[in-house]
């Protein structure tokens, strides 16, 4: 069972929708990083969060560290938006990355 | 163009056989790693380095090896393919494991062992 819980996994909506994508993980985090997969493979970070809120463009990404619980949300969504979006989460006990497995967005025009 | 260069990006393996998987990045970052992509899991980690001459087993590292020579080259090596490999593999490098700065990933190599 992947520590890292990403709701939901697939996602269709229609150009211009609201869209949010949830994480949850099970202990204490230094970081949590948002990352964007193209259909062609390539993978990209996004943001990286310790608390709050950031902002890029038309995604916003924030992190409750309470309730282990971080959002992406993508405002306007357009086609290009198309992708998987990977959560990754840095525990307090390790160094290393640990990965969700990805939500497939598809935006329909 | 600074980056993560994979090659090959696709490869058909009879089981049995041996390849090696090159990555290379030119952004003198210390943290190179290879990652396993699956269906309905995320990416697992099979072997990391820190350094020149330093490596580690990662999540995954059965039936891979991998070295560092050189702080620009970390090549991944299956010694017998079986078609539990069959996967997509992604490197990624940066000055740190910790994903500060982010992680640059290549592009991938779709592997099929029949």
């Known amino acids: 069972k992947n520590e890292v819980e990403q709701s939901p996994q697939n996602l269709t909506a229609q150009e211009g929708e609201f869209i949010t994508i949830n994480c949850s993980y099970s202990?204490?985090?230094?970081?949590l990083h948002w990352l964007q997969q193209h259909p062609g493979g390539g993978i990209v970070s996004l943001f990286m969060l310790s608390s709050g809120k950031k902002k890029h463009g038309r995604l916003i990404a924030t992190i409750n560290i309470q309730e282990k619980h971080s959002s992406l949300h993508i405002t306007a969504s357009h086609p290009r938006d198309s992708a998987v979006y990977i959560c990754a989460v840095r525990y307090t006990s390790g160094s290393r990355l640990t990965f969700g497995e990805g939500t497939q967005l598809t935006v329909n025009p | 163009n600074a980056g993560v260069t994979q090659t090959p990006k696709f490869q058909v393996l009879k089981t049995g056989q041996s390849m090696t998987l090159q990555c290379a990045q030119d952004m003198n970052h210390e943290y190179m790693s290879w990652y396993r992509q699956d269906p309905g899991m995320g990416l697992r980690l099979i072997h990391y380095?820190?350094?020149?001459?330093?490596?580690d087993q990662g999540e995954v590292p059965n039936g891979y090896n991998v070295s560092r020579s050189t702080t620009e080259d970390f090549p991944l090596r299956l010694l017998s393919a079986a078609p539990s490999q069959t996967s997509v593999y992604f490197c990624?490098?940066?000055?740190?494991?910790?994903?500060?700065?982010?992680?640059?990933f290549g592009s991938g190599t779709r592997l099929t062992v029949v």
């Open positions: 990624a490098s940066s000055y740190s494991m910790t994903g500060y700065p982010p992680y640059t």
């Open positions: 380095s820190v350094g020149a001459g330093i490596t």
């Open positions: 202990v204490g985090i230094s970081a």
